[in-house]
């Protein structure tokens, strides 16, 4: 598989189609997930109240949910809309923000995953990899998310446990099914200096999944690559982190073939 052609391929699909991302997301980045989603071209809308969650819900090409700001409420309304995701065979992408700081945060995102069918686990290693059971856990990983066997198998082990893709942000990005294992090279330190840009992730992957039928791990590692590629070029015109929030939606407008030939690094490794 050309990843290359596929991302090329799979970006023109969401700027032609647009496909309507519904976001379940926490306060603190509404905004700069609907711009992010804009910026890329496809269209946001971030709806929580359980009175409109399964029309809302139905009307989506992907479902986010987020849970960096819980309550009572919300949760009743990501289980609604995950139900619905589910029914219409939506793609889920779930972003356990937190999990593993609190009990609440780690028992809410177990009860999504045992109440739903969730398409895609997307977060740090330290949020994913406490989710699992005892014997992934001791198998070394950390939020730095080293290269090394150890963690890739860990993570292989999970995905088969959970029946989820896992999409693990790290110092190199780590995308597989339990079978196969991307690992993305593109990003940049700064970008961990601006809130909200790991939720932002989530809601891209979501719209390349929604344009993806047959092979969502493939439109995850795109994803995850594009997304790490634009961090790349808006890093080499800006200094600081409010700079390079402007830059960097700029280019997740502006970026096209010609960069994505150049810069996307992108390996897979089993």
């Known amino acids: 598989m050309d990843l290359k052609a596929y991302t090329i391929d799979r970006l023109d699909r969401v700027k032609k189609n647009a496909p309507l991302i519904h976001n379940i997301t926490n306060f603190v980045v509404m905004n700069s997930s609907a711009n992010i989603l804009l910026a890329l071209g496809a269209s946001p809308v971030m709806a ?14 992907a479902l986010v949910l987020n849970i960096g700001t819980l309550d009572d409420a919300w949760v009743e309304s990501m289980l609604l809309a995950a139900e619905t995701a589910n029914r219409h065979h939506l793609p889920v992408i779930l972003d356990p923000v937190g999990a593993g700081a609190t009990t609440l945060r780690t028992d809410t995102v177990k009860r999504i995953l045992n109440h739903a069918t969730v398409s895609v686990l997307r977060g740090n290693a330290s949020e994913i990899f406490a989710l699992a059971d005892a014997e992934v856990r001791t198998k070394g990983v950390d939020s730095s998310l080293a290269l090394s066997p150890e963690v890739a198998e860990a993570a292989r082990t999970l995905a088969r446990q959970t029946g989820c893709l896992l999409s ?10 339990g079978e196969r294992t991307f690992r993305v090279s593109n990003g940049h330190p700064i970008m961990t200096r601006v809130t909200g840009l790991g939720c932002g992730l989530s ?3 979501a719209a390349f999944c929604a344009v993806e039928a047959d092979d969502r791990l493939l439109a995850c590692t795109a994803a995850t690559a594009f997304y790490g590629l634009c961090g ?30 150049t810069g996307l690094r992108v390996e897979q490794t089993s």
């Open 48 to 61: 929580h109240c359980p009175q409109e969650i399964k029309e809302m819900t139905a009307l989506a090409g």
């Open 168 to 177: 693990i942000s790290g110092e190199k990005d780590l995308i597989t099914d």
């Open 232 to 261: 790349d070029l808006a890093a080499r015109t800006t200094s600081g982190p409010g700079s390079f929030f402007t830059a960097f939606v700029d280019a997740l407008y502006t970026t096209g073939p010609r960069e994505i030939e």
């Open 203 to 205: 809601a891209v992957t």
